[in-house]
Each structure stands twice: as structure tokens, then as C-alpha cells.
């Protein structure tokens, strides 16, 4: 069966501070993955989407960025955290690269900047 | 641009009522449409999707809903409602184009409360 890990599970963070959080799917091969983002109060958002290792797509522009180093991981990380980062972080992933494919999704990250 | 309209922030009734959680859209084109639950404390996990064909649509944990392209609508129901369903509800839409990015344009949710 196939399991998808985010870490951290909450992150408690300075503005202008670094940012890594990453998520990892096992007992899928050459998944596509997706991070999403739901600011406090506000609905999820796509930013980021990955068909293959090292291939990402940004959705949204947020100062973020995303990279897959390798086949089973997606790591999503900014060098300065602006106060509006703060939010719950969801990585996805589905086994077919089309629209109407369901997402699975991780626990998530839950962000606070201060 | 697409958009998910979920007009009841919160739902409450009691255990063996029928619930009905609304979900509207705007999309110049036919969607493709989703229903998420988050349970506390646990992930988004799928319960139907809809993508052609006949209107109501069969998931999980007994759940369903109706496509209505007259109102632009698509409506989860569910009964009899028992507590655990109590959980926060998402409904979302899918670009049918055929573009392979996995974005959902998600509504606001709705939280349901099942009261025993």
C-alpha cells in the first residue's frame, strides 16, 4: 500500500527565517505530486506540481519554491518566511497525471510565522 | 476563472436526519467535480467524483451526489447521517482540459456536526 509522509507536522518560525518542509510517498513509483496551501480561514490552493524527478511547476506565485530531488520526494522551502506563509501545507500525489484523477493527500504542516 | 462556492460554513443535525452539504461552480465548461472529507485530526481523503454521465454519483461511507448542470450545482447527501460523520466536507472542481497539473480549485468547506 501506498503511504505519503510530510514533515515536519508543525513549524513555528521567525520572519525572514528559512523554510523546508518536504513529504515522501512509498509503494508508488514515479508518482506526480502537488503541494497545497490553505492560508487561515481560506480554501486550499495548488502552488506547486510535479510530473517526474526534477521537473516542478509553480501554480502560484508566493516567494516558495519547490523541488523533487528524487523519485518518492517533494520539498518545498523558501530562504526568507513572510508573514502571509503562514497556513496549513498539504502535499498530494495521484497516480495518473490527468485532471480528473483523485489526489491523496498527507497530513499536512501546520506553519505559523511570527 | 473557475471558482467552488460551499454556502454553509457549518452544518448541524442530528443522527438519523438526511444531510444535504451544497457545492456550486462556475466554469464556462463541463468540470469535472469533487467531494473531500477531513476527519479530525486526519488528512483529506476522497469520496466521489463526477466526471460524465448520469447525474448522481456513488462514493464511500454511503455518501452520493447529484449533478445539476441546470444550477450548476453538485450536492453531497448522505442518509440517514450518523456522528461520525461529523468531519469538515470540500468540495472541489477540476479543469477539463485535459492538462495533466492536478490542480483542484477547492471551496471554502463546509464543517458538518452530527449530534448523536
Known amino acids: 500500500a501506498q503511504t505519503i509522509h510530510q514533515w515536519p507536522v508543525a513549524e513555528i518560525k521567525a520572519v525572514g527565517s528559512p523554510l523546508s518542509l518536504g513529504c515522501t510517498i512509498k509503494?508508488?513509483?514515479?508518482?506526480?505530486l502537488y503541494w497545497y496551501w490553505q492560508a487561515t480561514g481560506g480554501t486550499l490552493q495548488q502552488l506547486f506540481y510535479s510530473i517526474t524527478v526534477g521537473q516542478v511547476e509553480s501554480v502560484v506565485q508566493l516567494n516558495l519554491s519547490a523541488s523533487r530531488p528524487k523519485d518518492d520526494q517533494f520539498i518545498l522551502s523558501t530562504e526568507k518566511l513572510l508573514l502571509s506563509h503562514s497556513g496549513f501545507y498539504l502535499c498530494?500525489?495521484?497516480?495518473?497525471?490527468?485532471?480528473?484523477?483523485?489526489?491523496?493527500f498527507g497530513h499536512g504542516t501546520k506553519l505559523s510565522v511570527l | 476563472a473557475q471558482s467552488v462556492d460551499q454556502p454553509d460554513a457549518h452544518v448541524t443535525l442530528y443522527e438519523g436526519a438526511s444531510l444535504e452539504l451544497r457545492c456550486s461552480y462556475s466554469y464556462s465548461a463541463a468540470p469535472y467535480l469533487f467531494w473531500y472529507v477531513q476527519y479530525p485530526g486526519q488528512s483529506l481523503q476522497f469520496l466521489l467524483k463526477y466526471i460524465t454521465g448520469d447525474a448522481v454519483v456513488k462514493g464511500t461511507k454511503g455518501f452520493e451526489a447529484e449533478f445539476r448542470k441546470s444550477n450548476s450545482s453538485f450536492n453531497l447527501k448522505k442518509s440517514p447521517a450518523h456522528w461520525s460523520d461529523s468531519a469538515k466536507y470540500f468540495c472541489?472542481?477540476?479543469?477539463?482540459?485535459?492538462?495533466?497539473?492536478?490542480?483542484?480549485?477547492f471551496g471554502h468547506g463546509t464543517i458538518l456536526r452530527v449530534h448523536p
Open positions: 498530494a500525489w495521484s497516480l495518473l497525471a490527468i485532471s480528473n484523477e483523485r489526489l491523496f
Open positions: 509503494g508508488k513509483s514515479s508518482p506526480n
Open positions: 472541489a472542481l477540476a479543469l477539463n482540459t485535459g492538462a495533466n497539473t492536478g490542480k483542484l480549485t
